[in-house]
């Protein structure tokens, strides 16, 4: 293929397509994106999707001038999109032939003759996307970076769509009551039962119905018998919390096999006129019927009994037990669903407020790359290819890197609000270079606005370098939007002996005293400032980062400048 003729892509279908993929709400959605728009945007013959299962690698998605492997599965070290993934850097290969990388056997009933294969997410690869020719071929370097791109979008659609899955699935599921309480406390089952207002009226009608002298409702399981409520007319000795040996009763033996107890007299009864329960107890009459909930667990028992033979062995009292104990298994069933509700009514208006903190934080950050890309695409739109392109969308290419890092941050956010506080990933590196970015980046953003940078970092220095580069693009932005416009913004930094500090000043009107304190709450921001928008989410970022870094961001603000200092030890 003639490489000279090939043109390259019109940028406003790649900022198009990248914004749409960025913008995915699941994984499918970003896959039909690259299918439908990647092959006209690098100027291939085949385009492929490839996600990684452990060490597996699937083709899940694909679109060229004939089939490649869609639906199948290849071992990651036997693959070109396995070899990506695992060195974590775009394989760009001109001829298959000559490559040892390809497995000729596989290559061999396609069209395929050259190809390039670019990670998705290159720190933790998790999917591959591979362009494809028919002919060998040499991709310029627009090409490469157009697929690379198309890889960062994407890892940050499949994170993007992997946190709403995450919260929106249900942290409850709709489930049957388990009411079982934890071996040796029994509190909650006395107070549930003490919670129902039908059951003193249950047992006085037990008892006036039989005659008998005692009635309880017990809890009961495999080690424990204990009474929640009880009528004890006859002094029989059992109050609510007080419990009986397990294997004493016959409970015990309901239990097991979930059948009503009832005789007269054990006296005269052959199956219990020598059982252990009545000798014990001194007893001649008993009913018990099970409690059973309806989840089919077995929850108690409501019981009777009395020193003197009854009469309960008969259709009438046997049926109104039954129908007690369904009562009080109706309204235990009830009570839990209730609880279960409130919870999931808890949980879901948490979920609701994590759910609006991700809509906010997510427009917040990507306003300064999104304006970036959009201000690079219009520049290279009007003034079509120029000396100064290479630069342009190179720092194109930096705003779409900060947008794939998006959901990362978003998830720590999640672990703040729930009092987890920010993860970190120290590395060493140049911070001249990591805090040059964003100053490159807003200076393309917000091209009327000054925007001076001095750093004096002497040594590569240990910290978490993207979220360095967040936090100053927050502190950045803030300056921009409250500075007096006539202004300029000026950002320092130096390392002196291991105290880091870096300083955002901006001219203007002084904050309040009484907003300072607030500035570094979430969905707050100053009053009263001319032109100020925002959701007031930037500095709380900003703040969290500085905390995570063992180190803290002050503010002094008067009527010639406004200035947030960041200092840490490092």
């Not at 009514?345 to 407020?353: F, T």
């Not at 309040?512 to 500035?519: A, F, H, R, T």
């Not at 970022?541 to 008067?558: F, L, N, P, R, Y």
Request: proline share 5%; charged share 20%; with cysteine.
């Amino acid at each position: 293929m003639d490489q000279s003729t090939r043109r390259s892509t019109p940028l406003s279908s790649l900022s198009k397509a990248l914004a749409k993929i960025a913008g995915a709400r699941s994984v499918d959605e970003a896959v039909d994106t690259i299918r439908t728009s990647a092959r006209s945007l690098i100027g291939c013959e085949g385009i492929a999707v490839i996600l990684r299962e452990g060490d597996l690698c699937r083709y899940v998605e694909e679109d060229g001038i004939g089939p490649v492997w869609k639906g199948h599965t290849f071992p990651a070290v036997a693959c070109v999109s396995g070899w990506s993934m695992i060195n974590r850097k775009t394989a760009v290969i001109p001829d298959i032939s000559t490559d040892e990388r390809i497995p000729q056997e596989l290559y061999a009933n396609t069209f395929v003759r050259a190809l390039a294969m670019a990670p998705v997410r290159v720190e933790h690869p998790i999917a591959a996307i591979g362009a494809y020719w028919s002919q060998p071929y040499s991709p310029a370097g627009w090409e490469i970076e157009i697929l690379e791109a198309l890889a960062e979008a994407t890892a940050a659609a499949f994170e993007n769509a992997e946190f709403i899955a995450a919260l929106t699935r249900s942290r409850i599921k709709p489930a049957i009551p388990q009411l079982l309480s934890q071996q040796g406390d029994f509190s909650e089952d006395i107070s549930r039962i003490s919670g129902i207002a039908a059951v003193p009226t249950i047992l006085d009608v037990v008892l006036q119905m039989t005659g008998m002298g005692f009635a309880a409702v017990a809890r009961v399981t495999e080690t424990r018998w204990i009474a929640c409520q009880v009528r004890d007319p006859v002094g029989f000795g059992l109050k609510p919390g007080d419990e009986l040996p397990i294997e004493s009763t016959l409970c015990n033996e309901i239990r097991g096999h979930r059948q009503t107890i009832a005789f007269d007299d054990a006296a005269e009864n052959p199956m219990y006129r020598d059982h252990h329960t009545p000798r014990i107890y001194g007893l001649r009459g008993y009913i018990s019927e099970p409690i059973i909930l309806s989840n089919g667990m077995f929850w108690g028992t409501l019981c009777a009994i009395d020193p003197n033979p009854a009469k309960v062995k008969n259709p009438q009292v046997l049926g109104t037990f039954k129908l007690f104990a369904e009562l009080i298994a109706h309204h235990l069933d009830a009570e839990e669903r209730l609880t279960a509700t409130a919870a999931s009514l808890e949980s879901e208006r948490e979920i609701a407020e994590l759910r609006e903190q991700f809509i906010a934080v997510l427009g917040h950050d990507l306003r300064n790359p999104i304006a970036a890309l959009n201000a690079g695409t219009s520049r290279l739109m009007k003034e079509g290819w120029t000396e100064r392109s290479p630069v342009v969308l190179k720092l194109m290419k930096t705003s779409i890197s900060r947008m794939s890092g998006l959901v990362d941050n978003l998830m720590d956010l999640a672990r703040v609000r729930m009092g987890g506080g920010l993860s970190l990933t120290l590395l060493e590196g140049n911070l001249t270079e990591t805090l040059q970015h964003v100053v490159d980046e807003l200076r393309v953003a917000h091209p009327s606005r000054e925007i001076s940078a001095s750093f004096a970092f002497p040594n590569d220095i240990t910290v978490d370098h993207p979220r360095m580069a967040q936090m100053v693009s927050n502190l950045l932005s803030n300056a921009i939007v409250h500075g007096c416009e006539m202004m300029p913004v000026k950002i320092t930094g130096q390392d002196e002996g291991g105290a880091l500090t870096i300083c955002v000043v901006n001219g203007g009107p002084a904050i309040p005293p009484n907003q300072i304190d607030s500035l570094f709450l979430p969905f707050r921001r100053g009053e009263g400032r001319s032109g100020a928008q925002g959701l007031g989410l930037g500095l709380f970022i900003a703040s969290q980062i500085a905390h995570a870094h063992e180190g803290k961001i002050d503010v002094t603000s008067d009527d010639v400048e406004t200035r947030f200092t960041f200092k840490a030890s490092v």
